[in-house]
DNA sequence: GGGCGAGAAGGCC
DNA sequence: TTCCAGGCCTTCTCGCCC
């Protein structure tokens, strides 16, 4: 990379080209003997003067601007500086070495070209033609044939023709790599049943104990189980053997495709490898973090990492600097992760850029639709809701509100993101993304024998249900000694508990379809006719013998419900703002509001009679009263924090003074 | 002034 | 001719609160 240069627009030189910062000319598997030249040559000729490329410029010139900002402070750094510096990498050295652990082999699997390989199953006429999975936008994976012309994944289709004009474009289907995916697994399970499958195509095994109790050695494992695989799916794949994941997954690419490499678990080999291995094949390196370090500190390798090591505890951030160092070190994960949990889940959609309103808005109702499909199927309600958008000329924008309420509801998701995205129109966009983050873990995460209540929640339209309702819930379910709220009885009352709430979901559906065209009181009256009904079907179920007419018309039996669920009354609110059951005192306007309160007598009621509990918990005055205070934010949660202990950050890192890169994406 | 949460952005596969 | 994904994670900055 020219350092310091300008960017490759304004490059006077001969071969412009040669500055275009492209991908696409990184050494991968089965791109060896490719003329990287005349592939740089060509995605330049084809991106350039594109919006893409522009962006692509903008984000070129803010990562020199970043390099150029770091030498400034690395030249800036005294020798007694560089001294102290040196200190912690030595203690840092000591610490992480006394942390080796060269007694596990772990395996590190990884599909040949997976996508194009089982394609090629499916039709055998493509078998030693140059192919592609995806389309003229984006290519998924290219087989061996298509990459000795340079084409590979995450390239655009249009591009890949024209360094390959024979290639042959075959679209995505998931579900075919999935199945093929479930069989890799199967073999997988036989030499590590705890094995860590990180995506379709690749997976991580500790082989440790197979190997010892079958008097094998890792290579000898890898073989059979390479063999297995082949024979179960008629896939090839490539392995890695080493004393830790890290080391494995480099050591897998080494023979690819179809071969594996061992590096044998002592530590001079280990140092011995890793010395002169360029940083670019960690994973967690990627391009931006390649020029970083060998721009900014003249980091190529591995072992540079630990010579420069004052630098990058200088220049980064602790766990950054943490990583790079221990990456020097050949060091990485050898105990098997507990089961990571995700933080947040989303859905994004690319389309040809508009700027059309109701096409837009279209568009984040289909998303916020399959966004809350995932997130019912995962059993997740979150409560913060973040807008992705990329402009038409590449720009990402990230729009975030927090609700007042976990929820896993397309309504609900729909709702909050209308409202982001009309504050950014008018906007030409190209795509839509939607992600909910904050989930409710402590309930997931939960022992077992909450599950049922798990369900019940998400199962919900969870819309309704309010933080501290369920944490008044879970606390009253948990207290409840004697064992009353076991498995079993939340068996039982599971079936009625879910027909009241998708019952209430459907009332509450249809009322607010009709709300949107009525005014505010009405409304309210209705939702009360609602609730009420709602009762009434739990009570029903409950007292099977009661008259089944009840169902038949809601409207008609709001006051029927009253008289038949005394012991109970149903909510109310009396002179149209207290509630009879709290007194709690919340005016017609405060729809969502008086909604939540409700769901939340509705739940401690089905609660307390499932438990035989009488405790009650007041739901929460806070946040209704942080709401009439419009602008004074609510009561901080216990966030789910940053769970430091699980990984290490890598991916990202910056210097530890301010980045001061001036957002143009920022502020409107 | 430090701790903390929300929102935004960057980065990797 | 066609003009660059989708998902997830981490860190940073800023402002509020104690």
Redesign the pocket.
């Known amino acids: 990379m020219d350092n310091g240069e300008s960017s490759s627009s304004t490059n006077n030189s001969s071969r412009p080209w040669e500055s275009y910062n ?1 991908v696409f000319t990184n050494a991968k598997a089965g791109m060896e003997g490719v003329d990287k030249e005349k592939v740089q040559r060509i ?1 330049y000729e ?2 350039k003067g ?4 522009q962006n ?1 410029e903008r ?1 070129d010139a ?2 020199k601007q ?1 390099i150029d900002h770091m030498r400034d402070r690395c030249a800036k750094l005294s020798s007694s500086d560089l001294s102290n510096y040196q200190k912690v990498v030595d203690r840092r050295v000591l610490e992480l070495e006394a942390t080796r652990d060269l007694s596990r082999i772990w395996l590190h699997v990884d599909m040949d070209a997976f996508y194009a390989a089982v394609e090629t199953l499916s039709d055998p006429s493509l078998k030693g033609k140059p192919m592609a999975v995806g389309g ?3 290519i ?1 994976t290219a087989n061996y044939e298509a990459r000795k012309f340079g084409v590979r ?4 289709g ?2 890949a ?2 360094l390959c004009p024979d290639l042959i474009f075959v679209p995505v289907d998931f579900t075919k790599y999935t199945r093929y995916s479930d069989l890799t697994r199967k073999v997988f399970g036989n030499y590590d049943p705890n094995f860590i499958a ?2 379709l195509d ?1 997976a991580y095994l500790d082989i440790t104990d197979v190997c010892r109790e079958r008097g094998l050695s890792g290579a000898e494992i890898a073989e059979e189980l390479r063999s297995f695989v082949y024979s179960e799916t008629g896939l090839t794949c490539s392995a890695g053997v080493a004393a830790n994941r890290l080391l494995a997954k480099v050591c897998s690419d080494i023979n690819k495709p179809n071969g594996q490499f061992v590096l044998q678990n002592d530590r001079s080999t280990v140092m011995t490898f890793i010395s002169s291995l360029p940083v670019r094949k ?9 020029h ?1 370090l060998k721009d900014a500190l003249g980091i190529k390798t591995c072992e540079e990492m630990v010579q420069k090591g004052s630098l990058l505890y200088a220049l ?2 602790q ?2 600097a943490d990583f790079f160092l221990s990456v020097g070190l050949g060091l990485g994960g050898t105990d098997t992760p507990r089961v ?11 389309f ?2 508009t700027g059309d309103e109701r096409l837009l808005y279209s568009k984040l109702a289909e998303i916020a639709e ?1 966004l809350s499909q ?1 997130m019912k199927k995962e059993g997740l309600t979150a409560r ?1 809701l ?2 992705k958008l ?1 402009t038409a000329s ?1 720009e ?7 609700l007042q309420r976990y929820t896993c509801s397309s309504d609900d998701i729909l709702k909050h993101a209308t409202k982001l995205l009309k504050a950014e129109l008018p906007v030409s966009v ?2 839509i ?1 939607l ?1 909910m ?2 989930f409710l873990d402590e309930i997931r995460n939960s022992d077992p024998s909450q599950g049922t209540i798990t369900k019940f929640i998400v199962q919900k339209d969870s819309s309704r249900q309010d933080l501290d309702d369920i944490e008044s819930f879970d606390i009253d379910a948990s207290n409840n000694e004697g064992g009353s709220l076991s498995f079993g009885s939340h068996e039982t009352s599971y079936g009625h508990l879910k027909d009241v709430v998708e019952y209430e979901e459907r009332s509450h559906i249809d009322s607010e379809e009709v709300i949107t065209n009525q005014e505010c009181m009405e409304k309210e009256e209705r939702r009360q006719v609602l609730e009420g009904d709602a009762l009434l079907i739990k009570h029903k179920e409950c007292k099977p013998d009661t008259s089944h007419s009840m169902n038949d018309n809601p409207n008609a039996q709001n006051t029927e419900a009253v008289s038949v669920f005394p012991q109970t009354e149903p909510l109310f609110w009396v002179d149209g703002y207290k509630c009879v059951l709290c007194g709690i005192e919340l005016p017609p306007s405060f729809v969502e509001e008086r909604q939540e309160h409700s769901d939340f007598h509705l739940a401690q009621r089905l609660q307390n009679e499932e438990s035989g509990s009488s405790s009650s918990t007041t739901p929460s005055k806070r946040r209704i009263l942080g709401k009439e205070k419009a602008n ?3 009561k ?4 789910d ?4 202990s ?2 290490i ?13 001036s ?1 143009e ?3 409107k």
Do not use: C
């Open positions: 492209t995605v084809m991106s594109s919006k893409y490329f692509e984000k803010h990562m970043k003229l936008s984006m998924s994944a995450a390239m655009p249009f591009i023709r024209k990180e995506s690749e960690i994973g967690g390196i990627g391009k931006v973090t390649e970083i980064f951030s766990s950054s990571r949990s995700r933080k947040s889940i989303s859905s994004e959609r690319t040809s850029a399959m995932d913060t973040t807008l990329k590449f990402i924008r990230s729009r975030a509100v927090s190209r795509l993304g992600r983050s904050q004074s934010k609510p901080k949660q216990k966030p924090q940053k769970d430091s699980k990984y950050p890598i991916h990202t890192f910056f210097t530890k003074s301010n980045q001061n890169s957002n994406t920022q502020k």
